[in-house]
C-alpha cells in the first residue's frame, strides 16, 4: 500500500524523489536511534517503525519539506506504530543494541517504567532536545497536556534510574544520556 502512495507522490511532485531520499538521509540514523530507545533496544522493532515511517514519510516527501517538522512528524509515525505489547530483547541484546548509543542500565531501566508516549516524550524533549512544537506533535499532547506527561515521566525515569544498583565506578562513569535526563529531572523536580 506505501508503494501506491509513493508512486502517487512521485508522480504528482517530480522533486518527491530528491526529497524522499534526503529525508532518509538527514532523518534514518537519528530516527533508528530513537526507534532503538523507544523499543528499548529491540532492533528488529525499531528497524520496521523507522522504516514504516520513512516510507511513509516517502509518500508525503511534498508534505515534509521543513527538516525540523519533518523529524517530529516521523517521530509521531514511530509511536503510532509501536505495538501495546512487544517482546522485550534479552539483557545481552538490548546492551548490544543501545551500547552504540551510549546507553547504561541504569538510563534503560528508566526508561524501562514508562508508557511508550512517555518514553517518546522523554527521548524527544531530553536526549534529542527537540523543541517544544516538535515534542506536543510527537507527544502528540499540547500545553499543560503535554508539561504534565513530561513531568510525570520525568519523575518516573530518574525513580526508576536511581534505584538501579550501580558500583562506584559505574555511577562516576554514568553515560551522557544518563547525566543530561537525571540533570532535567532534578531541575524539574526542585
Known sequence: MAHAGTAS?????PAA????DALREVHGR?????ALLLTLGDRALAARLAADALAAAEARAGELRHPE?????LRARV???????????????????????DIDPAAVDGLAVLAPRERA????SDVERLDALDVETVAGRRGA???????RARR??????????????????????VRRIRAVAERTMA
Open 17 to 20: 524523489p530528491e526529497l524522499a
Open 145 to 151: 497536556h503535554l508539561e504534565r506527561l513530561l513531568v
Open 121 to 124: 516524550a522523554l527521548i524527544a
Open 9 to 13: 507522490a512521485r508522480a504528482q511532485d
Open 156 to 177: 518516573r525515569y530518574l525513580s526508576a534510574a536511581a534505584a538501579t544498583p550501580l558500583g562506584a565506578d559505574a555511577a562516576a562513569s554514568a553515560g551522557p544520556l
Open 30 to 34: 537519528r530516527l533508528h536511534g530513537f
Open 69 to 73: 517538522r519533518a523529524a517530529a512528524w
Open 79 to 101: 509511536l503510532r506504530g509501536m505495538p501495546r505489547r512487544h517482546r522485550l530483547p534479552s539483557p545481552a541484546e538490548e546492551r548490544a543494541a543501545l551500547e552504540p548509543l
